[in-house]
């Protein structure tokens, strides 16, 4: 599973980059894939690339979404600290049983060890 954070875009540079801040961290991004975005607006970034532009009500809808279940996760003493973001593992292939023992992807992390 792959995830995409909405940020806002609050620097353009020159040579399709741009600085984008979420939560109070900036991060420098790519924004050859959405040109049209413009400082100010709330692009949608997955692993340092901008991959869309998002209407700010869905993204402040987003964010408090986000919000919400670190909350929630910080409540709940079950919940382990996690040591990075979700690691990828190869999918089943053709008549692979799902064994249960077995990572077949992504393992549930904490909300928030997930980078822009």
Known sequence: MCLAIPALLVEKRPHDQALVELGGIRKPISVALVP??????YVIVHVGHAIGVLDPEE???????????QSQTAERPDMRPSAG?????SAPGP?????????????????GSVGV
């Open 85 to 89: 973001p979700p690691q990828a593992g």
């Open 95 to 111: 008549g692979d049983d799902r064994d249960p023992s077995r990572s077949w992807g992504s393992e549930p992390h904490e909300m």
């Open 59 to 69: 993204a402040q809808k987003t964010l408090a979404m986000f919000a919400e279940m």
């Open 36 to 41: 049209e975005a413009n400082v100010g607006d």
